[in-house]
């Protein structure tokens, strides 16, 4: 499917386990970030990718860990899930523009992660 | 630091009522880009708008009007005759160039349309 794809859409874990949430896209865009989504705060940027193997810490990073060996995909790993991690996670993606212009993000479904 | 304030948590208004969505932001950069988006009761984000620093033009999309000010740091939002589809909940974000764009999104205002 073309797009921007989540993967769980759901998932409840326990604490102290690892959970990696997946998120794919099929735009090859440079720019993949990731955001939590709570009540009160909106999207908080955890991490950002400017390019394959190219990471960056964003809001809300502490507690977890990213990596971008390809440029389709955007792994975010939650190294050892805590109750303040329950959240909705929003993966996106975005290109650079002409003259290095910051263009929209186009966002996938979410994933609602509870930790128990 | 760039930061994006939308004061208004919650916006209730009969159909057909013009409402205003405030966004005021901040950063100390000359070149950044600021957006709307929209995040339905389905809860997919979708794009609504982007506008670059260096145009203060004025913006109408149909029933959807925005209104830049860099000299009050704001970047507000208007919709003329709301319906029950318009409520959401509206996000307004700010990309910074020399922040290697990453985007901060404010709180969000939760619009409420009723028939």
């Known amino acids: 499917d073309a797009g921007i794809t989540q993967s769980p859409r759901y998932k409840i874990t326990e604490t102290g386990r690892q959970v990696t949430l997946m998120c794919h896209q099929t735009?090859?865009?440079?720019?993949m970030f990731w955001y939590r989504q709570d009540l009160g705060h909106g999207l908080r940027l955890i991490y950002y990718?400017?390019?394959?193997?190219?990471?960056d810490k964003g809001e809300v990073p502490d507690g977890y860990v990213v990596s971008r060996s390809k440029t389709e995909n955007f792994p975010l790993t939650l190294e050892s899930a805590t109750r303040s991690q329950t959240s909705v996670y929003f993966c996106?993606?975005?290109?650079?523009?002409?003259?290095?212009?910051?263009?929209?993000?186009?966002f996938g479904p979410g994933t609602r992660l509870t930790v128990t | 630091a760039q930061k994006v304030t939308q004061a208004q948590t919650e916006i209730s208004v009969v159909e057909k009522e013009d409402v205003t969505l405030d966004c005021v932001y901040e950063t100390r950069d000359t070149t950044y880009y600021l957006f709307w988006y929209k995040q339905p009761p389905s809860g997919e984000l979708v794009f609504l708008i982007r506008?670059?620093?260096?145009?203060?033009q004025n913006e109408i999309s149909g029933r959807y009007s925005w209104n830049f000010q860099k000299s009050t740091s704001s970047f507000n939002f208007t919709i003329t005759a709301s319906q029950v589809v318009d409520s959401a909940v509206y996000f307004c974000a700010l990309s910074e160039a020399t922040g290697g764009f990453k985007t901060i999104f404010g709180a969000g205002t939760r619009l409420f349309v009723k028939a």
């Open positions: 996106a993606s975005s290109e650079l523009g002409q003259g290095a212009a910051s263009y929209e993000q186009y």
């Open positions: 735009w090859s865009h440079s720019y």
């Open positions: 990718s400017a390019a394959a193997d190219i990471t």
């Open positions: 506008r670059n620093s260096f145009d203060e």
